[in-house]
Every structure is written in structure tokens, then in C-alpha cells.
């Protein structure tokens, strides 16, 4: 049997939009399969367009490695570690504009389903992993650097529009339609049932 594991629906907190747009780097490792150069060269060309702050947040093991110290040469970057509970978490998940996924494959993907359902506009690889979790017709999924170079200032300029079109994709709430397709209490009666 198989269920998505979800999230808590309540640990949502209120849009807080921040004076820069805030890219999040939606992992909190920067190994090869989460393609970390991608990233770096996608943001990097976004930033040339318009001012962004990037934020990553990474796991202790690889806040020392060559891809994150060259992350944190950039003024715009902050790196440093995982927040410190879970309501700093989604404290920094309510005021992150938009993130950019790179990962060539993902077994879930909750990190990114939570940044979503907290408003940020998640920009995604036309990859049958992404296409999962994600309503039909989902507009923001990339095939190349450029297009998703497009999307991500797109994400970071037009940021209402963005979330508006994400709406209509979804049937009217986006939001809503994240908690009925990914809701945890979905995983706890699938695993009881199965049990």
C-alpha cells in the first residue's frame, strides 16, 4: 500500500510579505541529486534582474561544504542552519516568496508541499516526482535553465498574479486543495485502515 505523508494543516501561519522577495533553497542538503549548481546558476541570473534575498537552510553536514560556502560568497545568500523548532520553521516559510526545485528525483517532497501550502510560489522540473504532487495543469514547471530562470522572476515580480493562476489551476483555492490532497490526518486513516 501507498499514502503521501502530508502535513499538519494547523501549522500554517499568516503571509508575512517581505520588503525584498525571499527564494528559499527547498532542501537541506546540497548533494548531486539535488542539482545545488542549478540552482546557483538560476538564481544567479534572476538576481541580475531584480533584487532577491536566498535563503537556504541546510543540515549541519553540509553547511561546510564547497557548494554552501560558495552559496554564502554572495551577499544576497544567507546560509545557515535548520531553524531551531517548528514554528520558526514556518515562521520563515510565511515570508518566503517563491522557491526554486532542482532535485532530479524526490521519494515525497514534503519540504516543498509545506512552502506551497504557506503561499510561496514553488517553481519545479517537469519531472514525473513534481507532477505528483501537484494539480493538473500546474503552471510553473520548467524544462530548461531558462525557462525556469522565466518562471522564477516571474514568481518574485508577479507574485499575486502567480498565486492567482495557481487558484484557477486548482478549482478556486490553491490552499484548499494542498489540504485535501496532502493533509496528514488523510495518512493517519490510510495507515490505520491498512493496519
Not at 502530508?6 to 510579505?17: K, L, T
Not at 535548520?82 to 517563491?98: F, G, I, K, Q
Not at 503561499?119 to 517537469?126: I, T
Not at 514525473?128 to 501537484?134: I, T
Request: with cysteine; proline share 7%; aromatic share 10%.
Amino acid at each position: 500500500a501507498w499514502v503521501n505523508l502530508g502535513f499538519r494543516v494547523d501549522h500554517i501561519r499568516p503571509r508575512r510579505e517581505p520588503p525584498v522577495p525571499v527564494v528559499l533553497y527547498p532542501a537541506i542538503y546540497v548533494s548531486e541529486r539535488k542539482q545545488p549548481r542549478l540552482f546557483l546558476e538560476v538564481v544567479d541570473r534572476v538576481h541580475k534582474r531584480t533584487p532577491i534575498r536566498v535563503e537556504a537552510r541546510l543540515h549541519e553536514s553540509h553547511l561546510v561544504s564547497e557548494t554552501a560556502m560558495r552559496m554564502s560568497e554572495r551577499d544576497w545568500c544567507w546560509v545557515g542552519p535548520l531553524t531551531s523548532s517548528r514554528d520558526s520553521y514556518w515562521e520563515a516559510l510565511a515570508r518566503t516568496t517563491a522557491f526554486l526545485a532542482t532535485a532530479t528525483e524526490e521519494s515525497y517532497g514534503l519540504e516543498y508541499v509545506e512552502a506551497l501550502a504557506a503561499g510561496a510560489v514553488g517553481v519545479f522540473p517537469d519531472l514525473p516526482w513534481a507532477r505528483a504532487l501537484l494539480p493538473e495543469g500546474y503552471p510553473f514547471c520548467y524544462r530548461t535553465p531558462d525557462e525556469a530562470v522565466d518562471l522564477l522572476h516571474r514568481a518574485v515580480t508577479d507574485t499575486a498574479r502567480c498565486r492567482a493562476e495557481l487558484d484557477a489551476v486548482a478549482g478556486g483555492s490553491f490552499v484548499q486543495w494542498l489540504m485535501t490532497h496532502h493533509d496528514d490526518d488523510t495518512f493517519d486513516r490510510a495507515v490505520a485502515e491498512r493496519v
